[in-house]
């Protein structure tokens, strides 16, 4: 089992700069569709239960 973790490792690199930006751009995107989907649930309830 450790010569698995040994051969991920050799296999293992550092991302450039330009792998960074679109593991960026893809976690606000996801940030994003999460915050709109909560905020439209916030809307719906929001309309139908009242204080």
């Known amino acids: 089992m450790l010569k698995k973790y040994l051969n991920v490792l050799k296999l293992a690199r ?9 593991y960026t751009k893809i976690i606000f995107l996801g940030i994003l569709v999460l915050g709109s989907i909560a ?12 204080i």
Do not use: A, M
């Open 14 to 22: 550092k991302p450039d700069r330009k792998e960074y930006w679109q």
């Open 39 to 50: 905020y439209l649930i916030g809307v719906i309830f929001g309309l139908f239960i009242t």
